[in-house]
Structures are given as structure tokens and as C-alpha cells.
């Protein structure tokens, strides 16, 4: 190892002193000034994973739906999917390490993981729109170039498009060419392919206002345009060449705050939709007649999809098994209508993507969405393959139909991480298969009245979950204390977890009426507060 190249680069990209970073499910992510040693160092890891897998391995530099004046960066393991848990702990140590300390964890984690030092290494970098990331990049790129690593810069890209480029060049093109053309065409074709059969009286409905929270989901969309159908007319708002990133506006933003963004008009019944910050998450929402806004999550996402796969399934009589992956946080009114009218499956998973992704990966096909509209299906190998024979093969005229109708949605799917793009084309052609208005969708089943409260504490780990984080096991009482609580009140379940990154516990309701949903949050609220330490004021009624 070219320990010399190292260290001459890395008096360039010097650590802020008593800075520490943990690499967590969405990499690391603090503010832009702290992260230019961060971005050489997952350079230089970046190059290790590289020889390790004998791999393309990826590198994007954004921070999601976080404030523009925040950056981060994350890596993505060959087959596009998130940087496995032994990795996320050798950045973490490197992110943090003295200048003095990285040539020694270097030399471990290859000792460790049995890193070849002459094997070639290659990694994909990407950045989202930041004005930050374009240096940051930079940065990246020296890390690579220290360890003698060769590097494709894609420049400005969507998280899930540098996912899908990974798993592409990994798969020796198996999934697609690995570049932003390649992307737009495969999908393009796709949804242009499983929208021939909507009826032509749906041509009105494939009309959609697309906040793009000011980030690259715009840029992007404009590039695909042209490779779109002409019956899908989209309109881009927050386009990013007035207003700042993420700025009261986004996935996230509509999530959160339960109303549409700054920068979009609705008139009743209009279908629109937010993706967030780098294009990895979408929730849809309309203003009915009254003028009161409508929220269709990723809950409703998963419900669509699942039941209109599970639709073709039976239409081609294959008995592949379907499962929905969820979390404690999904709504129970999705879970019942799953389970008991579409009979389907459902799993539940500890709070995180890579959770409900590896749950999924169990199935011949996975649909996992978390509520916040980051999600995907995938589909097992064998799966597919039935599938495209079928498509193909078979005889029997509507069976073959239905055979490449799901041929078509897999490959409108990007199968590596949740996608706002592709995710978007999935959902309008389903739409217009179905001829359903937005309004229609939503009252596929009625959202149970919920809330969230968080609650301070001195050590989040004197609280430790079981069953999917549904239920405490410490402290002692906790857990006995919610159940007589949820008895109560009607149809309502509460569940205690620990937040991730903070010293607060996050309590969630459920309840008959909104009233009761509230009542039962706070009543949980002070039990936490009583039982695990609460620090401050007690928690205050609604």
C-alpha cells in the first residue's frame, strides 16, 4: 500500500479536531464543513471494499432530504445495495481516526478482511445538487486515486440511479447499461410497454405535479423526458432555479408537516407528488373538494402495488410467494386490509431499510415500503425467470399477457433501493391500468387515527425492544403499564423504541378516533417519562 500517497493526501484533507461521526443507515451526514476528510477517507475505503468484493463499489455524496447547507456521503456494496454492517463499522473507526491512526486501520481492515493490494479496483462516484458536492466529490476522487483505485465520476446523479449503475456494471449489464441513457431507456420502455393496455379514456388521468424539493429528481426528470410516453404529462415544481434544497418542500416535508409544499398550487382532485432531496423516497397527496389535504404514504404504495401484482399472479396461476414487509410504524389499517381482503402476507421488521430489504430478499417477491414513501419490490431470481418463460412461452393467450405485464413491472422496478422515479412510473401505470383516480386509491382503506411524541431521557439503552421494536422488555413495568393503557381504548395498539441518533424515546399511537389516539400517546408519554428516566419537564397534554 502506497502509505506515502496516503498520508501526502491526507494533510490535504485534514480531520476539524473532537469531531465525531457514526456511519449509520443513511451514511454519515453532519454539515458541509466537516465532511472533507470524511470524503477522502470513504475514498480510501471505498478502494479496500473494492479489491475485497473484486467489485465496482459506489460512493454517492448527498444528504437526502436534509437541509442544502448539510452534506453526507454513503457507499453502495456491488450488487447496489447498502454497505454491508462490517463495513459501516471500519468507516466509522476511519471517519474518526487521528491523522497518525490511518495507515494502522488501514492495514487491519486489509489483514481482516483479506484484501489483495495488487488487485484492480474500480468505484462509481455521484452527487446530488448541493453546492457543496461538487468539491466533496473532489475529495472523494483523491481517496480513490491515493490507493491507485480507477474511478468513473458520474457527476450529478440520483441516489438511485448510482445504485442501479453499481448493480449494472457488477452484473456484466445483466440489469441494464450502466449509465444515466441506459437508466432513462430500460425504464422509459418499460412503462411504455405495460401502459398499452390502459384504456385510452385514462389518457386524462395521467396527469401529475411533481415537487422535486428543489433537488436533483428535477434535473433528471427533464432529461427523461423525452424518452417518456407522450400520455404521461408531468409538471415539475421546486425545480431548484429559484429556491433552496429542501426548503418547505419534499417527501419529507409533506410527511412531516401534512400539507403540500411552498411553490404548488392544488386544485381538488389534482394527483401530485414530492420526492425527496436525492430522489429516493415519494409519498403522493391531493386537496379534495372541501379543500382538505389528503397524505397517500408509503403504506398506500405498498397496498397499491402488492394488490395489483398479486392481481397478475393469479391470472397466470403461478403460486410464487408474496410478502409485505412493513414496521411497527405502518398503519394498522394497512396491515388488517392486507392480511384479511387481499390475503396477503405481511412481515413485520425492526425500524430501517436494510431491515425490510434483507426481510424481502426471503420471498419470491418483496414489497416493502416504509411509511415515509422510501421502498421497492424485488424479486427472487427464480421468480423472474418463471415469469420472462412465460412472457415468452406460453401458450394460452391472457395468462401470456398477464405473464408480460409483470415482466414489464419488473423491469420498471429498480430492485436496489427505493426509487422516487421509478417508484412514480410504477404507481401511474397502475393507476391507469386500473383507471383509478387518486381519491379512489386513497379509499382503498381509512388510515386509523395516530401520533407520534417524543419523549427526553437521560440513556436511551436503558430501553431495549422485542418483536419487531413492538414491545419493551426494559425497563421493567414499561410494557405491562402500555398494555393496560391500550385497553382503554378501541382498536389501538402503542409501541416505546429508542431513537437512533438522539436521547429520546419515540412513542406511537393508535386509536379509534383521533382524541383517543392522542390521550393514549400521552398516557404512554408520562409512563416513559416515569419509568425510564425522564429528564425535563413531564410530557404535556394535547
Avoid at 450529478?156 to 445504485?163: I, K, M, S, Y
Avoid at 436494510?354 to 419490490?377: C, M, P, R, S, W
Wanted: proline content about 3%; charged content about 25%.
Amino acid at each position: 500500500m502506497d502509505f506515502e500517497a496516503v498520508a501526502k493526501y491526507s494533510a490535504l484533507h485534514l480531520k476539524p479536531a473532537g469531531l465525531s461521526l457514526q456511519y449509520g443507515t443513511a451514511g454519515f451526514r453532519t454539515k458541509a464543513g466537516h465532511l472533507d476528510h470524511v470524503m477522502y477517507r470513504m475514498g480510501l475505503l471505498a478502494v479496500l471494499r473494492s479489491r475485497q468484493t473484486k467489485s465496482t463499489i459506489g460512493v454517492m455524496v448527498t444528504a437526502s432530504h436534509n437541509p442544502e447547507e448539510d452534506n453526507g456521503v454513503k457507499l453502495v456494496d456491488p450488487l447496489g445495495e447498502m454497505l454491508t454492517s462490517a463495513w459501516e463499522e471500519y468507516a466509522t473507526r476511519l471517519a474518526n481516526a487521528e491523522e497518525q491512526e490511518i495507515q494502522s486501520i488501514l492495514t487491519e481492515i486489509c489483514q481482516k478482511e483479506a484484501v489483495k493490494l495488487h488487485q484492480y479496483a474500480s468505484v462509481f462516484i455521484g452527487r446530488d445538487t448541493r453546492p457543496s458536492s461538487e468539491k466533496l466529490s473532489q475529495s472523494v476522487i483523491d481517496g480513490v486515486s491515493a490507493l491507485g483505485g480507477q474511478y468513473h465520476d458520474y457527476g450529478l446523479v440520483t441516489t438511485p440511479q448510482l445504485h442501479y449503475m453499481v448493480c449494472c456494471q457488477n452484473t456484466q449489464e445483466h440489469y441494464g447499461k450502466a449509465t444515466v441513457e441506459g437508466y432513462y431507456q430500460k425504464l422509459s420502455k418499460a412503462f411504455g410497454e405495460l401502459t398499452k393496455q390502459a384504456s385510452s379514456s385514462g389518457d386524462d388521468q395521467m396527469c401529475l405535479k411533481i415537487d422535486c424539493a428543489n433537488g436533483i429528481g428535477a434535473l433528471k426528470l427533464k432529461e427523461m423526458e423525452r424518452n417518456l410516453p407522450k400520455k404521461l404529462l408531468i409538471h415539475l415544481y421546486n425545480d431548484g432555479t429559484k429556491e433552496k434544497l429542501n426548503h418547505l418542500c419534499g417527501a419529507d416535508f409533506v410527511k412531516v408537516h401534512q400539507k403540500p409544499p411552498l411553490g404548488l398550487e392544488i386544485k381538488p382532485n389534482e394527483r401530485c407528488c414530492s420526492f425527496d432531496g436525492d430522489a429516493d423516497r415519494i409519498v403522493y397527496y391531493y386537496n379534495d373538494t372541501a379543500g382538505h389535504f389528503h397524505l397517500v404514504d408509503g403504506d398506500k404504495i405498498a397496498t397499491l402495488i402488492s394488490t395489483f401484482i398479486k392481481e397478475l399472479l393469479m391470472k397466470i396461476g403461478q403460486t410464487l410467494k408474496m410478502a409485505v414487509i412493513q414496521t411497527a410504524y405502518a398503519n394498522g389499517s394497512s396491515t388488517r386490509y392486507l392480511e384479511e381482503t387481499m390475503k396477503v402476507p405481511v412481515h413485520c421488521t425492526k425500524t430501517g431499510v436494510k431491515h425490510l430489504h434483507h426481510k424481502a430478499q426471503e420471498f419470491d417477491i418483496g414489497v416493502y415500503f416504509e411509511a415515509n414513501g422510501h421502498g421497492t419490490v424485488l424479486f427472487s431470481k427464480a421468480a423472474e425467470e418463471k415469469i420472462r418463460h412465460m412472457a415468452k412461452e406460453e401458450k394460452e393467450n391472457q395468462k401470456r399477457e398477464a405473464a408480460k405485464m409483470l415482466e414489464n413491472t419488473i423491469d420498471l422496478i429498480n430492485q436496489t433501493v427505493g426509487d422516487a422515479i421509478s417508484d412514480m412510473l410504477v404507481i401511474e401505470a397502475i393507476l391507469a391500468l386500473k383507471g383509478l383516480t387518486v381519491q379512489q386509491w386513497d379509499a382503498i382503506y381509512t388510515d386509523l387515527p395516530n401520533r407520534q411524541l417524543k419523549v427526553k431521557i437521560a440513556d436511551r439503552r436503558v430501553i431495549d425492544t422485542t418483536d419487531a421494536e413492538r414491545r419493551a422488555v426494559t425497563p421493567a413495568g414499561l410494557q405491562e403499564k402500555i398494555d393496560e393503557l391500550v385497553k382503554k381504548y378501541r382498536v389501538s395498539r402503542a409501541f416505546v423504541r429508542p431513537s437512533g441518533t438522539e436521547d429520546v424515546v419515540r412513542v406511537y399511537s393508535e386509536a379509534d378516533t383521533q382524541e383517543n389516539a392522542d390521550s393514549l400517546a400521552h398516557e404512554v408519554s408520562l409512563a416513559v417519562y416515569h419509568l425510564a428516566g425522564g429528564i425535563g419537564e413531564p410530557p404535556q397534554g394535547f
